[in-house]
Every structure is written in C-alpha cells, then in structure tokens.
C-alpha cells in the first residue's frame, strides 16, 4: 500500500465551485506539504504543517486554504475555482530529521 | 524570481554513457540540495542528497556535485539506462528544521536505446 495517498486523483471542476482534495498518510510523519505543478515552473508550495496545531503559508498561497484534520490527514480547499488553478496538486511528507518529502501520486485538478 | 534553475528543459542520452543534469541556485542561505526523479503519472520520488559541507555525494549510479563559489550542482548518472528517463528536479533549503524545499523547474531526461 501507498504511504502516501491523494483522492481524488483526477477531478474536473467548474468556475466558482468549491472543491476539497485529501491527503493521508501513513509513514507516522509530523509534516505535511501542499504543491502545485505547472508545465515550465516545477513545484510551488502552497501551504505546509509542521504538525497538527501548525499551519503556514507556502509561496502562492492566495486562493487556497488548509485543514489539518490529523497527524496522518491534510486536506487542500479551493473555495472558489477559478480556470488558473488547473495544475497537477502534489501532498507530501517529512520528519524533523531529514529534508526528504515523500510524496502522494498527485491530483490532477481542470477547473472550465 | 526564481531561486533554484534548471535551465536544459530536456536532454538526450545513449544507453550507457553519462547523463548530467544541471542545476543552479542564488541564495547563498541553501545549506541543502536534493534531486527527485518523476516519472508520468506518479509522484516525485527522492533520488539524492548533498549537505553543503560536501561536495559530492554518490549512490551507486548517480552522483552529486555540489560547487558553492558557483552556486551550482550536477547530477551525474552513469551508465544511464532506459529505465532513468524521467523529469529530474533539483530543490534546495535552507536546512535547520524548516524542510521548505525550493524547486527548480525539471529536466526531461530520455535515454535512447
């Protein structure tokens, strides 16, 4: 099994709509990451969680909001999908001692 | 502004001889760089990495390289496979215990047969 997981795994979507994507793990690690990938700018961070209690914005941030439900569960909102947010979602994993991520399969979200 | 810069998009290789991918960086404050390779469909997985106090770092068939009065590092892999053709990203951080990774852009690395 995947330590990693994200659902949905592909989403079509339409302006204005609210939409949620999760993101669970079990490697038993404290942090947890959100990215977005678009063709021609590799990885951008939207938000990170260095636990339960801690959330903090990521680079592009604007737009997006988070729920850190659990140690092992990290969700992403979009409140309100606009056609700019169509991009490959990537969730991902650390512990406090190394810097390796370790990352879900990603999400690809179109939003028409 | 972009920090971390891959800036070969794509790059082509023979079975069998080396691969380097390419990465520069201008933030003197990264004190830790990674390589992860992605292939279509799947996330991006952890390759190698390299703490500023080295200058190389290798694992079997690839090694890293790290030149800090250039703000450069490299990714050697040799001998390159079929099965290594992949986006490479390079990410770099600041270390200590943030772990906020800075992503290059990728190289698509295809190797012929």
């Known amino acids: 099994d995947a330590d990693v997981t994200q659902t949905p795994r592909n989403r079509i979507t339409k302006t204005g709509k609210r939409i949620m994507l999760e993101c669970s793990q079990t490697?038993?690690?404290?942090?947890m990451y959100w990215y977005r990938q678009d063709p021609g700018l590799g990885l951008r961070l939207i938000y990170y969680s260095f636990d339960v209690k801690d959330i903090n914005k990521g680079e592009i941030s604007d737009g997006y909001s988070v729920s850190r439900q659990a140690q092992a569960k990290f969700s992403l909102s979009l409140e309100s999908a606009i056609p700019n947010q169509t991009a490959l979602y990537f969730c991902?994993?650390?512990?406090?001692?190394?810097?390796?991520?370790?990352f879900g399969p990603g999400t690809r979200l179109t939003v028409t | 502004d972009q920090q971390v810069k891959q800036n070969s998009p794509s790059l082509s290789v023979q079975e069998g001889r080396i691969s380097i991918l390419n990465c520069d960086y201008t933030n003197s404050m990264f004190d830790y760089f990674l390589w992860y390779k992605k292939y279509p469909a799947e996330g991006p997985t952890f390759l190698i990495s390299?703490?500023?106090?080295?200058d190389k770092n290798e694992d079997g068939r690839f090694t890293v390289f790290l030149n800090k009065s250039a703000k450069h590092l490299s990714l050697h892999i040799v001998p390159s496979q079929p099965g290594d053709s992949a986006v490479y990203f390079c990410a770099a951080s600041r270390g200590g215990a943030t772990n906020k990774l800075i992503f290059g852009t990728g190289t698509l690395l295809a190797v012929q047969p």
């Open positions: 490697k038993g690690h404290d942090r």
């Open positions: 991902a994993t650390s512990d406090e001692i190394r810097n390796e991520q370790y």
């Open positions: 390299i703490s500023s106090i080295k």
